[in-house]
């Protein structure tokens, strides 16, 4: 049993792990010395100049960046207010920013003398960005998925068996996410020497957060840059959506250091306020321990994780990324939300103005971005990032819209 002495001691001893009190390694003994590895393994490797300069080699080369910093001047007069740039990590390969941290997984799942990627998907995104890392870097790769999700995804499951991909059902319970996260770990347990567990976002225990992050910053550092060539200045705001935070927190992190660049991540709203049917973690949750960490969370009235509903399957988590529940709780970013309707809204608007589709999670950046630049004047400058492409959603978009060819 966890003791609440337990914690606390674990708290003081793993301090290195923590964003203000949220953060940390909550785990069963048996994953301690397994995460002890890895942390190691962060920390001696990724550090080092001959890592760095690999993973700036495929981030260019592979995965085509840097991602431009477009000027969306069509969008800006739309909405006649603040100017708005699209930061286009939809246009990495495989269409999202989640490339950016699979390879920093896969090069240091190398340098550790791994031989397999392991990795749980729901919608299937993550699995296809591990997929795709685990072949170029000649990995063997299970991707571990709900059966009711395996149903719902064909495209992206065949998209991962196509990369070479052993897809494992699984179909323990409500058989979706969360069990696929489960048999995920326990397959780390049991297989840990030769395998490296790839998390899909800036969440899970400690060095997962810090570690996903500093594989994404890269996003804001060439966003810091792009935006002196256009402007000759920093960017009054950074707008972001937020799941488990990783596309954010990539954006967010090179800015921090200036207090005159205001930052909001974006939330999903889903239906409605009512628990169940949106998965705005930050606006309505409390804090609580999920999956290895300390976080604000959705609970249900036992205090389990709350079920969660957004348009965007990459947004429905009900838990977020311990370094943003630290940002808001100090002040230094802001979380509003966006819902299903207003993401679809920003989607269509996106598409039919500016010619770019973008994923529903980013719409749900969109969205606020467009409400929100009507109400600044016309010398203030927005950032949003794009955080991936839409045509994963087409069929969602056709189910909801009616739209037929
Ligand atoms: C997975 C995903 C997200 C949500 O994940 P974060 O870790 O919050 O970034 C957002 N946008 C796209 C396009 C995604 O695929």
Request: aromatic share 8%; hydrophobic share 40%; glycine share 10%.
């Amino acid at each position: 049993m966890k003791t609440i002495s337990h914690i606390q001691e674990n708290k003081e001893s793993l301090r290195e792990g923590f964003f203000g009190k949220f953060g940390g390694q909550f785990v069963p003994d048996v994953l301690k010395p397994i995460l002890k590895e890895l942390e190691e393994a962060y920390r001696d490797i990724v550090p080092t100049k001959e890592f760095q300069d690999e993973f700036a080699y495929y981030l260019r080369h592979y995965a085509g960046r840097p991602s431009p910093l477009y000027f969306a001047e069509r969008l800006t007069e739309y909405c006649g207010g603040a100017k708005i740039y699209l930061k286009r990590e939809d246009l990495n390969h495989t269409g999202a920013h989640k490339i950016n941290h699979t390879i920093g997984e896969a090069l240091l799942a190398k340098k550790m003398g791994k031989k397999k990627l392991i990795a749980e998907t729901g919608a299937g995104q993550h699995g296809v960005a591990t997929a795709t890392v685990a072949a170029r870097f000649g990995f063997e790769c299970d991707i571990y998925m709900g059966a009711v999700d395996v149903k719902k995804q064909a495209p992206n499951v065949l998209r991962m068996k196509l990369l070479g991909a052993n897809v494992v059902e699984v179909k323990d319970g409500a058989a979706t996410l969360k069990e696929a996260v489960d048999a995920a770990l326990n397959a780390f347990i049991n297989e840990h020497k030769d395998v490296f567990y790839a998390l899909g976002s800036a969440v899970g225990p400690h060095p997962y957060p810090s570690m996903v992050r500093d594989f994404q910053k890269i996003v804001g550092i060439e966003a810091e840059k792009q935006i002196l060539e256009h402007e000759g200045r920093l960017p009054d705001y950074l707008i972001a959506c937020v799941g488990g935070g990783s596309n954010a927190i990539g954006l967010f992190h090179n800015f921090l250091k200036y207090p005159e660049v205001k930052i909001i991540g974006v939330e999903p709203l889903g239906k409605s306020e009512k628990l169940g049917e949106h998965a705005a973690t930050l606006t309505f949750g409390e804090e609580g321990i999920m999956h290895g960490f300390n976080s604000i969370m959705l609970k249900d009235e036992e205090g389990n994780p709350a079920p969660v509903h957004s348009i965007a399957s990459g947004l429905d988590y009900p838990s977020v990324g311990p370094e943003h529940a630290y940002l808001k709780e100090i002040g230094r970013a802001e979380y509003v939300t966006a819902s299903d309707k207003e993401a679809i809204e920003a989607l269509k608007t996106l598409s039919e103005i500016e010619g770019i589709i973008p994923a529903l999670e980013s719409s749900h950046a969109i969205a606020y971005a467009i409400k929100f630049a009507k109400t600044l004047p016309k010398d203030r400058v927005i950032i949003v990032n794009l955080s991936g492409r839409g045509d994963k959603d087409l069929d969602t978009i056709f189910e909801i819209t009616g739209l037929t060819v």
